[in-house]
């Protein structure tokens, strides 16, 4: 089975977003596809990367960005959520004249059109959070 992962909340405010990465990593051992995971509202949090959780708090962040290294995963954050909340990309900053970049390298920004292509491409998109 191909899946789709839509992830709604911030890391520091939900479990949903450590949910979606068991789910993602159970799929895969199971020998399922995950395809894209795609981060939308309060879920562009999870791409952050200038978080500094506590040492005895799991690292959302960095367990994203090393489980989409290690098996070829697309991160991809809605560029709207994300510019409303102040996570950019160096293309971003430049563009609307910003002092610093503040997205994780292993994620992309990019438009509701990738969840929508994901979702066509996919046998089942599951939503986590909201």
């Known amino acids: 089975m191909r899946y789709a992962l839509l992830v709604l909340a911030a890391p520091q405010s939900s479990a949903a977003s450590q949910g979606a990465l068991r789910f993602a990593r159970a799929a895969l051992a199971r020998g399922h596809t995950v395809s894209r995971v795609f981060f939308y509202g309060e879920g562009v949090h999870n791409a952050t990367a200038l978080a500094v959780p506590p040492q005895d708090e799991v690292d959302t962040v960095a367990q994203w960005r090393d489980f989409a290294l ?20 160096e293309g971003e900053r430049e563009r609307y004249e ?13 438009g509701l059109g990738q969840l929508a292509e994901a979702a066509l491409e996919s046998d089942r998109v599951i939503t986590f959070g909201g």
Request: glycine content about 6%; overall charge neutral; aromatic content about 4%.
């Open 98 to 110: 910003r002092t610093a970049a503040n997205l994780d390298p292993a994620f992309v920004l990019s």
């Open 70 to 89: 290690a098996n070829g995963i697309e991160l991809v954050v809605c560029i709207a959520a994300a510019l409303r909340r102040g996570l950019l990309d």
